[in-house]
């Protein structure tokens, strides 16, 4: 597991560098009133600890809250799996990106 501090310093390092990825595109797109930095920051947040593939489900929780509670709720080792590596990911967003 990666330390906060050098979360923190790739964040700040690649943040010039950032494009818009599958959670960065959900969040702007969501009826949330998110900012475009908060949006940002998110997406960095995954790129560090998700797959893209990984990102492209967890975006789909934007849309439907259901498909994230059906994948916490379900019995699947590869739900399971995954539900792990996004807790991780919400757990890494929510320490730096201050929600």
Not at 43 to 70: M, P
């Amino acid at each position: 597991m990666l330390k906060p501090a050098v979360i923190i310093a790739a964040v700040v390092l690649t943040a010039p560098f950032a494009v818009a990825g599958p959670l960065d595109s959900a969040c702007k797109g969501s009826d949330r009133r998110s900012s475009a930095r908060l949006c940002g920051c998110i997406q960095q947040a995954a790129d560090l600890t998700l797959s893209r593939a990984d990102q492209r489900r967890a975006a789909s929780f934007f849309r439907d809250a259901q498909k994230a509670q059906d994948v916490r709720m379900s019995k699947s080792n590869a739900d399971n799996a995954f539900w792990a590596r996004y807790k991780n990911f919400a757990s890494t967003a929510q320490a730096y990106c201050g929600r």
